[in-house]
C-alpha cells in the first residue's frame, strides 16, 4: 500500500440551477485574457445535451482516454508514444474553433460613434480570432435550457446511444445541468500523452497542472484529454487547464467556482488512495466496474492501518484529519451517493457527482402526485426508465443499478425530512429500505442540504513550512527583516499572506510603515 | 579567392554559428515561456492536416541526406558504388525535396489565406518563412539543374569539405569558392538560417520530444521545489514583484 493524498470535489446536481456564475467567476480569475476567449476551464452545460466541445463524449471521434487493449493492458485511446510522435505535425484528434466556438466581441465603437440618424446604430458582432464581421452562431453553452434540442438534441452522443427513446417533445422532455471543470484524475491520460512531460500531477494533492515553461505545444494533451479539459492558448501557443485553483486551496480557501456557487452544491475534501492499485483499477475489464474498483482504491482515512501507512509517506497530520473530515469520501464512499462522471474512460476522474432527483420529482408533481411520498417516488423511479439511462450513462457506463440506488436514497431521505419536518411520527422503515439508519440520514441530510461553508469545504492550506515559501509576500527588501541580533540574514519574521481576503490584514498591511510593524499571529 | 570569399565562407557563417548557439542558449535561459512551436492547428486543421506531415516528413528525409552528404565523408562511403548513391541522393532526395516543398507551399497558403492563421502570423514568422523559403528554392533548382538535369556535380569534394573544415576551425574557403554558384548561394542562405533560428519558432526543432519514448506515462511532481512561490524555480531576467528576489538565497525560510 503507497497512500497518496488527493483533492476532490462533489457537485450536488439536484441544487445545480444553471445560472453559470461558477463560470463567469472562474473565466474572471482564469481565463479572461486573449487567446484563451473560448476557454471555460468551468462549463456548464445543460443535458441533454452535445456539451462544450461539441459531442466531445465521443471518444469514437475524439480518442481520448484509455482503452484496453487486447490482452487487457492499459493503452492510450489515441495511440502509444510512437503514433503519438509520428502524428505530431498535425494531430488527427484535435478539436477545432468550430468545435469550441469562434469567441467574438461586439463593435460598441459604432454605438457611441454613429452620426445622427434616422436608423437606430447597431454593434456588429467581431470575431475575437480574425477580427472581421462574424455570425453568431454558436458558443459554449448555445443549447442552454435545451434551446434548440428538437433540431440538435440528437447530436448529444448520449442520446445518439440510447436510440429515439429520448424525446424534447415538451411534455416528454426531462433536463438537468451538469457543471464540469477538470476532473483531476487520479490516472490522468492529458499527462499520459503529453511528449514534453510538461503536465503533471501534484504528489501532494494530486492536482493535475501543465507547466508552463516547459509546454511545447505539441497539443497532444488537448485531445488526450477525454473530458476535452485542457485547452491551447492560440496566442501563447500553450495549454491551459483547470488549476483547481491551488494558490486558494494552498491558504485553505476553496475554488473560485466552489466558493461562489449560488446553490452552494460544491463539496471540497481530500480522499486517501492506494497508488500502488491505480492500474489495478484502471484496467478492470467490466466498463460496468469500473466505478466500484474505483472507489476500491480509495482509502478509509479512520482505518489504522491506513493512517500508518499515510504517515509513512509523509501525509502530515492535518492532512489525515481533512481526509476524516472530508465531504468527497463521506458522499462518495460512505453514503455512497456520488458517481463519477464517465468512468468508462478509466481516468479515474475525481469530481464526482450525486445525480438529480429532480427530474423524477418534476415528473410526479406536474402530473398531480405527491412529489415526497416514498412510495410514489419509488413507483416513478422505477418507472421513468429514460432519465434513468441517461444518468447511467453518464455516470456508470451504462448500469442503471448504481443510479438507481443514488436516487431511492435521495427520495428516501426527502420523505424522511418531510415526516420530521412536519412533526409525524418518524418511519424507520423509509431509512432501512435504501439501507441506512435514520441518524445516517438525518446525518447525510445536514451535508446535502443544510451543506454549511465548513461542511462543504474541508482544506488543509500547505504544509505550513512550506506555504511560507508559497504565499505572496509584503513587498519591501530584505532589510525590512529587522530581528533582534541586527541579522537579516536568518528572517525570521514570517511572510503575511497577502492572499487571505482580510479586511484587518489587508488594513494593517497597507498602513504598517515596516514589516516588522506587523502582527503576524493574524 | 577574394575578399568576398573569406567574408562569405569563413566569417559569415562563423557569424551565424555563433548567433545559432549563443542565441539559443540565450533564449532557453530568458524565454522557456516563449519556447513553442506555436501550433495553429486549433484556427484550421483541413490544410494543416496534409502539408504539414509532407513538411516536416519530406525535410526529416532531406535532412538525413544532408547529413550523409555533407557530414560523412566521401571516403568512408566508397563500398556503396558511386551510381547508387548518386541514383540514391537525386531520387530519395529529389521525391523528398518536391514532398516538402508541396507541404511547405501548402503552410505558405494556408497561412495567407486562412484569415486566423494569418492575423496570428507574426513579423518573425514572416522573416523565417522568406529565408527557409529561400533555402529550400535555392537548394531543389541545385539539385534539380546539377543532379538531375545535369549529369552530377560532386559536391563531396568540395561543399563538404568546406562544410567539415568550418567545424574543424580551419576553414577552407577555396573549396567552396570553386563550387559552382547555386551550391554558394545555397550555403550562404542556410547559414543566414541558422542565424535566425533561435529567434523565431523553429526553436521547436531543439525540442523533439524525444524523451517521451521512454518517460513513465504519469509525471509527478512535488510542490515543494527551488523554494520559490509557485511551481517553478527562480528564472534568470524574470525577478519577483517587490524586489524580495535578490536577497533570496539569505531569506532561509525552511
Ligand atoms: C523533428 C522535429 C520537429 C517536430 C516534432 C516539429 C513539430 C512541429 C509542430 C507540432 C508544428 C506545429 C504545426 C501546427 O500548426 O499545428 C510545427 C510547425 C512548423 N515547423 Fe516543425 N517540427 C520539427 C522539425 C522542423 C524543422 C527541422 C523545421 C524547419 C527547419 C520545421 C519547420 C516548421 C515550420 C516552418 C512550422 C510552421 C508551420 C506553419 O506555418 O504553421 N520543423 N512543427
Ligand atoms: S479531466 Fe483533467 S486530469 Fe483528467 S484527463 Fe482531462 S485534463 Fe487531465
Ligand atoms: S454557480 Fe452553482 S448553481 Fe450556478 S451553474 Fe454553477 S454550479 Fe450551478
Redesign the pocket.
Known sequence: MRVMAQMGMVMNLDKCIGCSTCSVTCKQAWTNRPGVEYVWFNNVETRPGQGYPRGYEDQEKWKGGWKLDRKGRLRLKAGGRIRK?AT????PN?PNVDDYYEPWTYDYDSLLNAPAGDDFPVARPKSLITDKDMKVEWSANWDDDLGGATEHGYKDPIVAKLGDKVKFEFEQAFMFYLPRICEHCINPSCVASCPSGAMYKREEDGIVLVDQDKCR???MCVSGCPYKKVYFNHTTGKAEKCTMCYPRLEVGQPTVCSETCVGRLRYLGLVLYDADRVAEAATEPDETKLMAAQKSILLDPRDPEVLAEARRSGIPEDWLEAAQNSPVYDLACRYDVALPLHPEYRTLPMVWYIPPLSPVVDALTETGHDGEDIGNLFGAIDAMRIPIEYLAELFTAGDIDPVNDVLRKLAAMRSHMRTVNLGEAVDPSIAEAVGMTIAEMESMYRLLAIAKYEDRYVIPSAHTEVANALLEELPGCSVDFTSTNGDSSVGEAKPVPVTIESFQLTKQRLEAEHYSDLDHKQ | MSGLDTFLFIVFPYMCLVSLVVGHIWRYRYDQFGWT??????YE?RL?RW??PM??FG??FV?MGHFVGLVIPESWTTMVPESLYHLMSAGVGGIAGIVMVIG?IG??Y??RTTPA?FRA?TKS?KL??VV?GTVIALGLTTTFYWQIIGGGYDYRQTVAVWFRSIFYFNPQAADMASAPVLFQMHAVCAFA?FAI?PYT??V??FS??VGYLWRPYIVYRSRDVGGEPGNRGPRPGWDRQGGMSGNRSENNYR
Not at chain 1, 505530431?88 to 494531430?91: D, E, L, Q, T, V
Not at chain 2, 512551436?37 to 486549433?42: K, V, Y
Request: proline content about 2%.
Open positions: 510522435l505530431i505535425f498535425s494531430n484535435l505545444g505539441w497539443r | 512551436s506555436r501550433s495553429s492547428q486549433w486543421s494543416l502539408a504539414s513538411f516536416h525535410l526529416l535532412l511547405l503552410l505558405i494556408r497561412r492563421v502570423t514568422d523565417m518563412y527557409l538560417l533560428w519558432r523553429l521547436h526543432v523533439a520530444p
